[in-house]
């Protein structure tokens, strides 16, 4: 141990200390007794001289400063500058799912797609309600049925039947032979004759022009029979008959109790339109 009172300095400065105030001089008792206990713990290292390099210097050795004591710590230094940041974690593990957003603005219409193939047919439906009681329909009726009296002579003239079996709408004129359209629509005409003492020609006129033509060449002693039959559209005002064609050498329409000729005429369908 270390005396005190054999250290006129030491004991000098404890002296000096202890006058000023109490306090100061515990303190300073304190880190005297620090320092001292320093020095009793140091152990006493051999100095060691670095081998000398060439260009470098080297430093003097450092000398053990006799009666040395520690000072008063100082005060704190300032902040450093901030560090580099560091590198990237390694990710986190997922995290849970979150709440479900708002609900963001309608978006614009897109094209139309590819038409599907066409699906199984469905079942039937139900029977729907009975309609209202329509307005009766009106059934257009046109018809005549007319024969011959007597033999023909004179040709290229409306022939006249004057035998009616039908003509209950008074639509065939027998004083000129003709019949007149009053409703429009298809008609279908048809004659029978029959054929004797002379060769017969006959035409069927509308409207002063012949659209069909029968001829029948007579066999001596013996009554021969032609026809024909056509479908019309006509007109209201329309104008159909028949009659010789070309001079009297073809005018063997022939009609008694037992023979007929026969000009018939009526409508199909009438126009809607």
Known sequence: MLDVASSPGLWKGFSQGWGNSYRKGL???LLWLQAVLLLL?????AEVTPAEEPGVLVPPPKETCAGWMAGIPGHPGHNGTPGRDGRDGTPGEKGEKGDAGLLGPKGETGDVGVTGAEGPRGFPGIPGRKGEPGEGAYVYRSAF???????VTVPNVPIRFTKIFYNQQNH?????????????GLYYFSYHITVYMKDVKVSLFKKDKAVLFTYDQYQEKNVDQASGSVLLHLEVGDQVWLQVYGDGNHSGLYADNVNDCTFTGFLLYHDTN
């Open 27 to 29: 303190r300073m008792l």
């Open 41 to 45: 713990v140091l152990p006493i290292h």
């Open 145 to 151: 049925s007319v024969g011959l009296e007597t033999g």
């Open 172 to 184: 065939y004129d027998s004083s000129t032979g003709k019949f007149y359209c009053n409703i429009p």
